[in-house]
């Protein structure tokens, strides 16, 4: 498969930890990315490279991966944090750039 | 630091083609990176719809491929989106951004313009 696929909808409340996954065959070749857009901005990258920071983003966002499936943690989920999250990915070719659907995180 | 504008117009007619530029400053485009072009229809997700490397090779979305040119400007230090044939499945707020990673085994983009809107509307 050339797709990465997340839940539509994920929920936290607030203070607690929530994981946001992100599966696709080209997982197990390439590490994920994992984007923050809040309505009306542009993405910004929170986590690199399967788990590097991006300076300015805080130490509560953090990436693993497993098999096929990539996950972006937050733990101790913040008000702020609420947000659509993206993962992407290069395909299996290495050449194309792959984006999941995006998880609207609620923090309730 | 690194920063990204998008600039060109709002709106095109359909089959009609879009040109927009990426300025982009503290960086010099043909020095590293990829550079790269990123859309997002109303309410959906983001698609990415191609990449140029700084020393000139492309690569495109191949849902894309036969309409999408993307192009360097080292004078300008700009990068450009060519896509013809516009239809209203191309209304879209189009991003521009640094590609890190190729080469490599991840792919990330940082940083972002602030993206434009196209309207494709006759």
């Known amino acids: 498969s050339s797709e990465l696929t997340q839940d539509p909808v994920v929920s936290v409340t607030l203070g607690q930890t929530v994981k946001i996954t992100c599966q696709g065959d080209?997982?197990?070749?390439?590490?994920a990315s994992w984007y923050q857009q809040k309505p009306g901005q542009a993405p910004i990258l929170v986590i690199y490279?399967?788990?590097n920071r991006p300076s300015g983003i805080p130490d509560r966002f953090s990436g693993s991966r497993s098999g096929n499936t990539a996950s972006l943690t937050i733990t101790g989920a913040q008000a702020e944090d609420e947000a659509d999250y993206y993962c992407?990915?290069?395909?299996?070719?290495?050449?194309?750039?792959?984006f999941g659907g995006g998880t609207k995180l609620t923090v309730l | 630091q690194v920063q990204l504008q998008e600039s060109g117009p709002g709106r095109v007619k359909p089959s009609e083609t879009l040109s927009l530029t990426c300025s982009v400053s503290?960086?010099?485009?043909?020095?590293?990176?990829?550079w790269a072009w990123i859309r997002q229809s109303p309410g959906k997700g983001l698609e990415w719809v191609g990449s140029?490397?700084?020393?000139?090779?492309?690569y495109y979305n191949p849902s894309l491929k036969s309409r999408v040119t993307i192009s360097l400007d080292t004078s300008s230090n700009q990068f450009s989106l060519i896509l013809t044939s516009m239809t209203a499945a191309d209304t879209a707020v189009y991003y521009c951004?640094?590609?890190?990673?190729?080469?490599?085994?991840?792919?990330?983009?940082?940083?972002w313009g602030q993206g434009t809107l196209v309207t494709v509307s006759s």
């Open positions: 951004a640094r590609e890190g990673g190729r080469g490599w085994n991840y792919c990330s983009f940082d940083p």
């Open positions: 503290g960086y010099s485009v043909n020095k590293d990176f990829s």
């Open positions: 140029v490397f700084y020393i000139g090779t492309t």
């Open positions: 080209s997982l197990t070749s390439y590490y």
């Open positions: 490279g399967n788990n």
């Open positions: 992407n990915s290069r395909d299996r070719t290495g050449d194309h750039v792959l």
